[in-house]
DNA sequence: AAGGCGTTATTGAACCTTCAACTTTAGGCC
DNA sequence: GGCCTAAAGTTGAAGGTTCAATAACGCCTT
């Protein structure tokens, strides 16, 4: 034979090509959707896809984990951000009802407006540095990976901050 | 006229769903990437890169501000972390010959032996939980709308760490 | 050859994320 | 009911990144 299970089989030039402009490309984009967030609305983008996804929620609440997996972000930096967040008025934090270990993040009127203010200019972001740039096909390509990635690890680890 | 130039266009259905997968995919893969390295190899996912450009590069040594563009990180930051790697015994640095002002680091020994080891470890990682899955085409396109960000966010700011 | 300006790299503090330990409550079992 | 284990959140410290300020050098002008 000539291969065996244990050789690593290695990028071929095209993958390794994309695969580099998949890391590059996303260091500059989350940087710079990042700082257009920062400078026009005091908002980094883990805080403002906070407040995306507790608008998005009836009652604009939700349960601190639900939030957490809904970003797959940690509990532990879920907590920490929320904590920053509370702190600038953007959200409440309060018990919730059926469930004595559980509390719930609220937006608050504040944190509200910010969103709506903050909105445009993010969408404007990733329009001008990704969405037009790339044709419906192509774009709808990365969508399927990022799927089929997230599946992938969500099925290789599905308890995924307990760690 | 039914619209005017300051009036936000949303993503629609599609791209909204594409956009957010490859956030969520992205958060979920470098995680993995990163701590796969970490257990295995004692290294992070922003150390592997600097080992593979410097061991990319003619006797294995760069020029700090090269360093930090080939991989679009900070300068700051890639001193922070190569000086890490310095203390760890992956990397040295010294005096560039040329230009007074400049640093070269360069790969260690051991360097190279710990970039060795992990990369086989690295490159099933990416073709586990990305390149396998994607279908050539599919990935193809990933990379075609990286490249393209990666142009436009260079054009759009030339000087990308001066700030 | 001196002055001034831009570039290279570093520094330390502030900020954010991760990690491991801990507190509190839920839920099952005897 | 009391005990045990599991789950939800939080905490503080350690680790990593960003930001603004700084030092040292190259280059151009005069």
Redesign the pocket.
Known sequence: MTTNATETRWLDQAQQRSWRAYLVGT?LL??RL??DL??QHDL????YEILVRLSESPGHRM??????GSIS????????????MEKDGLVI?GA?A????????ALTQEGFSVLQAAAPTHVEGVRRFLVDLAGDEDFAAVGRVFNAVTDKLVEANP?AD??
Chains 1, 2 share one sequence.
């Not at 980094?44 to 805080?47: K, M």
């Not at 349960?63 to 957490?68: E, H, P």
């Open positions: 260091t989350m940087d990042d700082r920062r400078e980094s983008l883990p805080e349960r601190m984990a639900v939030l957490a972000h940690s509990r532990s930096r879920v907590t920490h951000t929320v904590a920053r934090r919730c059926s469930d004595g270990r559980g509390v719930e993040a308890d307990i760690r």
